[in-house]
């Protein structure tokens, strides 16, 4: 699908606030209210948008945020992957081509909940090893 360059604007207005009123879009965008919607209503169409979700703000997040860097033995993602939907500590888990299998983003209470997590990973059947990584401090966000 072509995008053009108010295609784009339209995007990183949605990207800094999805909540922005189609008014206030078109507004910014020197455009028709009509217009902007039927920008939106075609790149939701077409999956250049997927949808509109929910981030949850630094109020809400756990206080100890850290990445696990997970391999495991062949064939065995689909095993790994049911274990870590059960730890509430798992946020998100992305397959990669790097040299370990699963990146995992955990978010803990307290530096105990992260090292049990850890434990339960590293002993799930069909890991072969992790190494994890706490996160320190945020110096850049796009997403928020």
């Known amino acids: 699908m072509q995008i053009d360059e108010t295609d784009r604007a339209l995007i990183a207005l949605l990207s800094a606030d999805a909540r922005a009123p189609v008014a206030d879009l078109a507004r910014r965008l020197g455009l028709a209210r009509t217009t902007v919607q039927a920008r939106i209503d075609r790149l939701l169409d077409r999956g250049v948008i997927a949808g509109f979700t929910l981030r949850r703000g630094n109020a809400l997040r756990a206080p100890v945020r850290a990445t696990a860097m ?44 992260l090292d049990a997590t850890l434990d339960r990973i590293a002993e799930a059947r069909g890991v072969r090893s992790s190494e994890s990584l706490i996160h320190l401090s945020t110096k850049l966000d796009r997403r928020s």
């Open 70 to 113: 997970v391999t495991i033995e062949p064939r065995a993602q689909a095993d790994v992957l049911s274990r870590l939907k059960t730890l509430p500590a798992v946020e998100t888990v992305h397959t990669t081509s790097g040299r370990v299998d699963l990146l995992v983003i955990l978010s803990a209470a307290s530096t105990e909940e």
